[in-house]
Every structure is written in C-alpha cells, then in structure tokens.
C-alpha cells in the first residue's frame, strides 16, 4: 500500500527517471520524453510565464483600483448598490482585456508565431477563470 502510494507522487516518478537516465546517457533525450509524458508536465515557455504574469499583473491592479472607486465613491456603508457597481466595473474590464488578449491572440496566429498565440489564449482562459467569479464575488460588498 505505501509503495503504491509513492508511485503516485510526481516527486517519487521523476527520481526513477532522473536514475534511469543516468544509467544510459545515450538515451538522455527519449528519457526526458518518456518522463514528460507520463508525468504530464510540458514545460511552459519563459515568455508564456511572463505574459500570463503580467496579464495576472493587470487583472489584479485594476481590480484593486475598482475597490478603490467603489469604496469611496458610494458612501453609505449599508449602500446594495455598492456591490453592483464593483461588479459592472468589474464586468467591463474583465471583458476588454479578454478582447485584447483575443486580439493579440488571433493576430499571433496569423502571424505564424503559434507559441506567442497560444500564450496569449492562455493568458485569456486564466484570467477568465479567475476575473468572473471574483467579479460575481464582489455582489457581497453590499452586505
């Protein structure tokens, strides 16, 4: 029972492949393909992480300042629409920069820089599943 516990981790998976691969250096390449596959990881390039931060950059400075202007511009603090207001904010800047990220998104592709596009979709998809529901969340500021 344990050891099928070990298999399962990643961590234990990666030290048998990292040992196999020590044992035939020939064969060091078909090795760290066989190891991505089983383990599933597809190494993200440095440029995907860099948009996909700096788009995470964005969301959450721009949802920073919509709590801003929302908590100062309505001032009664037992206002309901303070809730609805953070989130049509939130709304409209979720949906531009998911239409910016598109843009550049299908402008990559027909530029045939398929890694910057499919960069630039990833970054769409996260910020989509992270930006509704904390936009949706922001109803309970009126409560």
Known sequence: MDLYKRART??????IFNFIS???INH???????????IGLKVMSEQTVKILKLNLIIYFGVSIIEL??????VHKLDDAYRGIFFMILSMFSIGFQIFINA????????THKKELGKSY?????VVLLIGFPLCFGGLFLGR
């Open 10 to 15: 990643s961590k234990w998976c990666i030290e």
């Open 121 to 125: 979709l990833l970054s769409l998809l």
């Open 22 to 24: 020590k044992l035939s």
């Open 103 to 110: 843009i550049l998104s299908i402008y990559s592709f027909f």
């Open 28 to 38: 060091n390449e078909r090795f760290q393909n066989i190891k991505n596959k089983l």
């Open 68 to 73: 801003i202007i929302v908590m100062t511009t």
